[in-house]
T-cell receptor, first 111, second 113 residues
Framework: QKEVEQDPGPLSVPEGAIVSLNCTYSNSAFQYFMWYRQYSRKGPELLMYTYSSGNKEDGRFTAQVDKSSKYISLFIRDSQPSDSATYLCAMARAGSYQLTFGKGTKLSVIP | GAVVSQHPSRVICKSGTSVKIECRSLDFQATTMFWYRQFPKQSLMLMATSNEGSKATYEQGVEKDKFLINHASLTLSTLTVTSAHPEDSSFYIC?????????FGSGTQLSVL
């Protein structure tokens, strides 16, 4: 079993839809959780950073962490064509900057 | 967010030559930088951790003599792919840590002919 599992998609939604992206993990040592957006042939861009269970909201993005279930989610409200990208979840142990990434989910928002 | 600059964005070279990729933290000092490799439709795979003023720490399976890392200052780390071969063709990405977060460069697409 991989440490981090993420459905690679692809996921295609109409503009304005709510998008739900998810990752599961097996290592309870992970304490920091991140979501990155990566456009084709570009470096990942940090979207959300959380370290506790619960929800964190930033604009149209909401990150959700459930440590008891080892499950994290990213919700995108009112999705836009510009949101079309690959979304990577990433996790780190306490005191470490080394990230373990999911495979990424490719999202397409259709106008 | 913090800015990490990576150059070049794309390089094409002949087999057997060496290629240097630079990673700079533009508005902060980074004692630790990371180098990743990404194949098409795959996630980022950590290659090595670059520490300013000391030797890099390589992940299992990564040849340290092939992928030379130099972190000579608090704002610059370089990755040199020595004697490149076609199988080294990949997307290389650096990152730097700041305030418990990682910020990434824009990546370098290396194509070895």
């Amino acid at each position: 079993q991989k440490e981090v599992e993420q459905d690679p998609g692809p996921l295609s939604v109409p503009e304005g839809a709510i998008v739900s992206l998810n990752c599961t993990y097996s290592n309870s040592a992970f304490q920091y959780f991140m979501w990155y957006r990566q456009y084709s042939r570009k470096g990942p861009e940090l979207l959300m950073y959380t370290y506790s269970s619960g929800n964190k909201e930033d604009g149209r993005f909401t990150a959700q962490v459930d440590k008891s279930s080892k499950y994290i989610s990213l919700f995108i409200r009112d999705s836009q064509p510009s949101d079309s990208a690959t979304y990577l979840c990433a996790m780190a142990r306490a005191g470490s900057y080394q990230l373990t990434f999911g495979k990424g989910t490719k999202l397409s928002v259709i106008p | 967010g913090a800015v990490v600059s990576q150059h070049p964005s794309r390089v094409i070279c002949k087999s057997g030559t060496s290629v240097k990729i630079e990673c700079r933290s533009l508005d902060f000092q980074a004692t630790t930088m990371f180098w990743y490799r990404q194949f098409p439709k795959q996630s980022l795979m950590l290659m090595a951790t670059s520490n300013e003023g000391s030797k890099a720490t390589y992940e299992q399976g990564v040849e340290k003599d092939k992928f030379l890392i130099n972190h000579a200052s608090l704002t610059l780390s370089t990755l040199t792919v020595t004697s490149a071969h076609p199988e080294d063709s990949s997307f290389y990405i650096c990152s730097a840590s700041r305030d418990r977060q990682l910020f990434f460069g824009s990546g370098t697409q290396l194509s070895v002919l």
